[in-house]
C-alpha cells in the first residue's frame, strides 16, 4: 500500500486542483484528482452523473474513488468538494496528511465566477457555496491536520503555505 504525500480538501474554488498540481512538481511526485478519477471510472463528466444516476449513486462512486487512491497514489491527492461528508471516507482520513484548504466566498467568487459546470451550484450559486461551507466547515476541520488560508495568495504561495505545514521538503531544499 502506498499512501498520499498531501491530501487537499476544500470547497468548490479553494484551489485543490490548482494547488495539487503545483505541490506536485514542487514535490517531484504525481498528482491525482478524485473527480477526475469518477469521470474516468463513469466514462462522462460529473455533471451528467448527478442527472443520470443522481447524487447517491456519485456519492457511492466518491467513497470508492477515494478508497482506491488513498491506498495506491504516493503523490498530491486532491478530493471533491464534498468527499468528507462520507463517514468512511473521514475514517480512512483521520490517518493521513490532510491539508484543508479555506476559502472565504468572497475570493471563491472573485476565482471560478462560480459558473463552471458544478451540479450542485447551478441555482442562487452564492447562497447555495456559503449553506455547503456552513455544513462542511465542521467536517473539513474534523479530518484536517493542517488548515491553509488561501484569501489574498497566488497558489505558488498556497502551496508554500502547505509544504510549511506540514513540514514537507522538496528535492531543492
Ligand atoms: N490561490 C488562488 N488565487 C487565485 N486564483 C486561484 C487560486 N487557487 C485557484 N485559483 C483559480 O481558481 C479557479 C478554481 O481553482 P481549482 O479548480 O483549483 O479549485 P478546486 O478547489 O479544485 O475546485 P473544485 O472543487 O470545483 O474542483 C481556477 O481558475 C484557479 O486558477
Ligand atoms: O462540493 C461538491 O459537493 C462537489 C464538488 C466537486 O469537486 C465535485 O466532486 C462535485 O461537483 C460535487
Ligand atoms: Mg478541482
Excluded: C
Excluded at 10 to 34: C, E, H, W
Excluded at 73 to 99: F, S
Amino acid at each position: 500500500m502506498t499512501v498520499p504525500v498531501v491530501v487537499l480538501v476544500g470547497p468548490p474554488g479553494s484551489g485543490k486542483s490548482t494547488v495539487g498540481r503545483a505541490l506536485a512538481a514542487r514535490l517531484g511526485v504525481g498528482f491525482r484528482d478524485t473527480d477526475a478519477d469518477i469521470e474516468a471510472l463513469a466514462g462522462k463528466p460529473i455533471p451528467e452523473i448527478f442527472i443520470d444516476e443522481g447524487e447517491p449513486h456519485f456519492r457511492e462512486l466518491e467513497v470508492r474513488a477515494v478508497r482506491e487512491a488513498a491506498a495506491a497514489h504516493g503523490g498530491v491527492l486532491a478530493l471533491g468538494g464534498g468527499a468528507v461528508m462520507a463517514e468512511a471516507t473521514r475514517a480512512l482520513l483521520h490517518e493521513l496528511p490532510v491539508v484543508f484548504l479555506d476559502v472565504p466566498l468572497a475570493d471563491a467568487v472573485r476565482r471560478v465566477g462560480l459558473d463552471a459546470p458544478r451540479p450542485l451550484l447551478v441555482v442562487n450559486p452564492r447562497a447555495r457555496w456559503r449553506e455547503l461551507m456552513e455544513a462542511r466547515r465542521p467536517l473539513y476541520l474534523e479530518v484536517a491536520t493542517a488548515v491553509v488560508d488561501t484569501a489574498g495568495r497566488t497558489p505558488e504561495q498556497v502551496a508554500d503555505a502547505v509544504l510549511e505545514a506540514l513540514e514537507l521538503k522538496t528535492p531543492h531544499d
